[in-house]
């Protein structure tokens, strides 16, 4: 028999504010965390806005030496799941470790550690390049810290599917309780991609926005007027526990996870499938996972990043799952105030449903002005609404065509 799996504790590192509480105020509020680049120089690029996280104090944290050691991308990670923990209200001396995991996603791991150090190799030759550099770049470093912290001893694994890589991470580690192998997950993502390197070969795709006069106005998602995504970064944690063991020791539920799917496109290394035929499919198995019908769905929190192929295809694919019910769906793509964390988007936005399914309240998709023919969805435009829904979906899809989609559902 299936186990069943609650979220217990939520950590968010964001560009619109650290914690759950600060965090969900500013997606309820609208706000935007989009600004002009402050990390690097930006005048030869031809996008100059991101979504930064200008006041994070990895020390707050992190032991000062440790924080040293580790990557942008690991800190926002082991900052988030510090935070996550604390929410769960978990005691990690009372539990069985042996039967805790930990599954992160991430799309780029450190890249800036990789860029310094090249840059170290280059200027001063391969005797001053820093042991730590390996143990910081790579992509499983994340994961690997936070059990060490923690003392984790179940399993231990890193996502990397692009964009895709949190949804699908919490999507396993979802699966990984659900079958009776771990009582606790740490699961989500993190993602720190604004260095000068990861930035500069995202502008050569010629996929993120230019309007840099207005940066908080800069991602349109679904609207006509959209010409690309924004670059995000941060980190986001879910402390996901079998029903039983949260009841056990008196868990504050959030929401329930029920339904994952998982799929490819095998089109196109960067562009979706046109028609949305994985994208359907992962929403297809994540619904058929759950056990409902296409009609218990009441919130979409939307992949929408913003681009002319990616919010089309997604529209489509809605359409394809839910027909004429999609009319009556509410759709809302939260990118247009966070901007795209990457390989942590998906972790963050299975945090905004949680939310949204405790709360009663849907967020908005921002800066929504010309409709487009091609999207003719309900997207919320620009302030969001109390409802009462009982189940959302988030969708993630990435480079390489990979598809993710998680099905939450209230808690009651």
């Not at 440790?66 to 929410?87: L, P, S």
Request: glycine share 10%; proline share 4%.
């Amino acid at each position: 028999m299936k186990k069943r799996v609650v979220i217990t504790g939520i950590g968010a590192v964001t560009c619109l504010g650290t914690g759950k509480r600060n965090f969900w105020e500013a997606i309820k509020e609208g706000k935007s965390g989009i600004s002009l680049i402050s990390r690097f120089d930006t005048s030869g690029y031809p996008t100059k806005i991101a979504g930064e996280l200008r006041d994070f104090d990895p020390e707050q944290y992190i032991d000062k030496k440790e924080a040293r050691r580790m990557d942008r991308y690991t800190q926002y990670a082991m900052a988030a799941t510090k935070i996550a923990i604390e929410d769960s209200g978990i005691n990690l001396e009372e539990i069985d470790r042996y039967r805790m995991g930990v599954i992160v996603g991430t799309g780029i791991g450190g890249i800036e550690t990789l860029e310094q150090q090249k840059v170290t190799l280059m200027e001063k030759g391969p005797d001053r390049i820093s042991p730590f550099l390996i143990p910081m770049m790579i992509a499983n470093m994340a994961a690997g810290q936070i059990a060490i912290e923690t003392g984790a001893k179940g399993v231990n694994e890193t996502v990397l599917t692009a964009c895709a890589s949190s949804t699908n991470a919490v999507g396993d580690a979802f699966k990984i309780i659900q079958s009776g192998e771990a009582d606790v997950m740490i699961t989500g993502g993190s993602e720190a991609p604004i260095t000068p390197l990861s930035f500069a070969g995202f502008c050569s795709l010629k996929a993120m926005s230019r309007s840099n006069d207005q940066p908080e106005l800069a991602s349109r998602p679904f609207d006509a007027k959209r010409d690309g995504f924004i670059m995000s970064e941060g980190g986001a944690i879910l402390i996901l526990e079998e029903y039983e063991h949260a009841m056990k020791r008196g868990a504050k539920i959030i929401a329930e996870m029920v339904g994952y799917g998982a799929t490819a496109d095998a089109h196109h290394i960067t562009a979706p499938s046109p028609d949305g035929e994985g994208a359907a499919r992962s929403m297809q198995q994540a619904i058929q996972c759950a056990g409902i019908s296409l009609e218990d769905i009441g919130y979409i929190n939307a992949h929408g990043t913003s681009t002319a192929m990616n919010d089309k295809a997604e529209t489509i694919a809605i359409k394809s799952v839910f027909g004429e019910y999609a009319y009556k769906l509410a759709v809302s793509s939260t990118k247009s105030m966070l901007g795209h964390m990457m390989g942590a988007s998906g972790a963050i936005e299975a945090i905004i449903c949680a939310l949204a399914l405790q709360d009663s309240y849907i967020p908005p998709t921002m800066n929504y002005t010309t409709p487009d023919p091609d999207c003719d969805l309900d997207y919320i435009p620009n302030q969001g609404r109390k409802a009462e829904i009982n189940y959302a979906m988030t969708n993630s899809f990435g480079f390489g065509g990979h598809n993710a989609t998680l099905v939450l559902k209230k808690f009651e």
